[in-house]
């Protein structure tokens, strides 16, 4: 088994990558704002420092609901395809 056959393997392994493609480019923005956010005194984007931490947060719960559902739709007795 190869990552594209995995990928296509559920209806919803394109989602979960989606999913997880979206969550890992919305936290690193998220750690550079933390960091510039550290750097002032005044602290000026912590509101929406933490807006965009609580929108990251659903999406991540999202993502493991996706995850376990992908997981377990998977047909055993059934080879996937690879590149």
């Known amino acids: 088994m190869c990552a594209a056959g995995i990928v296509d393997a559920t209806t919803y392994g394109t989602y979960l ?11 690193g923005f998220w750690l550079i704002m933390n960091n510039k956010d ?3 005194e005044k602290l000026p984007y912590t509101k929406q420092k933490f807006g965009l931490f609580l929108i990251i947060f659903v999406l991540f719960i999202f993502e493991i609901l996706v ?9 055993i007795s059934q080879m996937v395809s690879c590149c």
């Open 67 to 75: 995850e376990i559902l992908m997981f377990n739709n998977f047909d």
């Open 17 to 27: 990558l989606m999913l997880k493609i979206i969550n890992l480019y919305l936290f």
């Open 38 to 40: 550290i750097k002032e």
